[in-house]
C-alpha cells in the first residue's frame, strides 16, 4: 500500500518546538517534491513549505519562513518539518504530500499532490 504517514504532532506551549515526520511506504520519495501543508479549524488549507525531490530547493510561506525548517533524509525515506517558536497561530492538523512535479510553486498551491498523508494535530496552547 502507497501511504505517507505523518507524526510528531501533539500539544505544546507557545515558544515551543516540535519536529514533524512524513514517512513513506510503498514507495522511495527521492523522485517526489514533498509539501507540508496544515489546515486550521474554519481555515481553508495553506501550503506551509516544500522541498525539492533532491532537497536543493525549498519554497516557505511568508509566514512561517523564519521559524520553520524543512529537510529530507532520502536514504531514511521521511521529509522532516521542524517548528521552533510556535505560536497559537500554528494550531492546525498537518499534512504532507508528495509529487512528481518538481515544481515547487505548483506543490505548495496544493493542486498536483500525488500522495497525501492523514495529517497529525499540532495545538499551542498555555
Known amino acids: 500500500q502507497l501511504q505517507l504517514v505523518e507524526s510528531g504532532g501533539g500539544l505544546v506551549h507557545p515558544g515551543g518546538s516540535l519536529r514533524l515526520s512524513c514517512a513513506a511506504s510503498?514507495?522511495?520519495?527521492?523522485?517526489?517534491?514533498i509539501g507540508w501543508f496544515r489546515q486550521a479549524p474554519g481555515k481553508e488549507r495553506e501550503g506551509v513549505v516544500c522541498i525539492s525531490s533532491s532537497g536543493g530547493r525549498t519554497n516557505y510561506a511568508d509566514s512561517v519562513k523564519v521559524r520553520f525548517t524543512i529537510s529530507r533524509d532520502n536514504a531514511k525515506n521521511t521529509v522532516y518539518l521542524q517548528i521552533n517558536s510556535l505560536k497559537p497561530e500554528d494550531t492546525a492538523v498537518y499534512y504532507c504530500?508528495?509529487?512528481?512535479?518538481?515544481?515547487?510553486?505548483?506543490?505548495?498551491?496544493?493542486?498536483?499532490?500525488?500522495?497525501w498523508g492523514q495529517g497529525t494535530q499540532v495545538t499551542v496552547s498555555s
Open positions: 504530500a508528495a509529487s512528481r512535479i518538481n515544481n515547487l510553486q505548483y506543490m505548495c498551491d496544493g493542486k498536483v499532490a500525488d500522495y
Open positions: 510503498g514507495f522511495t520519495l527521492d523522485s517526489y517534491a
